[in-house]
């Protein structure tokens, strides 16, 4: 940009404001440097444009992004091979770009029992308001959903594996039919942070992650993603994504940026720990199955091998009937490097009771406990569970 200033001397105060750079160029880092501003800068006025398409111009204003913001968006574009990534302020968020990018009073919507609760209530209520009719599925429902589109169905959600009851869904089988009928599917694909499940060669149209998850990696960053590789998708969600004002923080881009750095050694470890936790719970005697997608006894198990490229860290248990309530409760209390709390992802493990869930085709009433395994080692782990199991006897 041209300096207006340096040919002339002015006043200290208009020194103080002026935001030229003045520190000598070339510097090289390893990190992508943190670039905030809602205001940009025009090199002209006939230059001067409100659009938040990159592709048309860069950077027009804070709200679209920047290059800290846009670095994020490609490189995970560049993940799951998307033509474009779209980031949102978190995952929930994510879900409603998308619905309110697609659906239009009189649509109709097909969303899977064990999607992730916020999904579910935001398709019950402010769909709902909005003029959107809406229907749970059996997310094993395969290539039955034929039965259950309509002629206004717009979109169908999946979400694989299940956010609690880790049901592994056959994408393909569903995207065939719904192509079928000229519908969209989205995709919620957090679990496997964009690279355990390759979506867009399976057919869907539109994969979310809740970035906050294991993108982030540390539960300290609140970010979702939109990814699409149809440019109707792209212009309709763009346009959404700009009307709705949804900024994201470069500082949270950030930190993103530096989690996609370890995603992979972090996925790794993450899998190799749940699914031996997850098999020595499935040797226990006070549980009555365990909904892990690595093993062969949870629902999916066949569609995980013929997909996935591995296992993530979450996965739920199932305790036996004769376990009330409360009994469950107290296992919960005793864990102690097991944390209480949502979400997933991170470095610490987490455990978090799912009770009263009020599902219709797999309902495990007061009975299931998710688990989230961090980075502590899997024999403390074990050894931690251990000691609460005791606690039921």
Known sequence: MKDKLTATRVDWRTQLVDATPMAPGGFRS?????????????????QVRDVWDPAVAAYTYGLYGTPTTYELAERIARLEGAKQTFITPGGQAAIALVYLSLCRPGDHVLVPESAYGPNRAMAQGILSRLGVSVDMYDP????????????????????SPGSITMEVQD???IVAAVHRHGAYVALDNT??????????????????????????????VLLGSVSVCDETLRGRIGDTR???????????????????????VRLDALGR?????????????????VLHPALSGSPGHAFWKRDFNGAASVFSIV???????EAIL????????????????GVTSLAVPCFDMNRQYRDYDSRIVRLNVGLESPDDLIDDLSQALDVLS
């Not at 390893?30 to 006939?46: I, M």
């Not at 094993?140 to 979400?159: F, R």
């Not at 970035?211 to 990696?217: F, I, M, R």
């Not at 305790?319 to 309530?325: G, H």
Request: glycine share 10%; net charge negative; hydrophobic share 45%.
């Open 30 to 46: 390893l990190n992508t440097p943190v670039e905030r501003g809602s205001t940009t800068l025009f090199d002209s006025a006939a």
């Open 140 to 159: 094993m429902i395969g290539a039955g959903i034929v039965d259950m589109l309509k002629p206004e169905t717009l979109l169908v959600w999946c979400e």
């Open 171 to 173: 994408v393909a089988a």
């Open 191 to 220: 679990y496997a942070a964009g690279v355990l499940y390759d979506a867009f060669s399976h057919g869907v149209d539109v994969s979310i992650q809740a970035l906050t998850k294991y993108v982030g990696g540390h539960s300290d």
């Open 242 to 264: 700009a009307q709705l004002g949804m900024a994201v923080s470069p500082d949270e881009c950030s930190l993103a940026l530096r989690g996609l750095q370890t995603l992979g």
């Open 273 to 289: 720990t749940s699914t031996r936790v997850a098999e020595w719970l499935a040797a226990r005697p006070e549980i009555e199955q």
């Open 319 to 325: 305790f036996k009937p004769s376990y009330p309530r």
């Open 330 to 345: 107290a296992f919960v209390d005793a864990l102690k490097l097991f944390r209480i709390g949502y979400s997933w992802g």
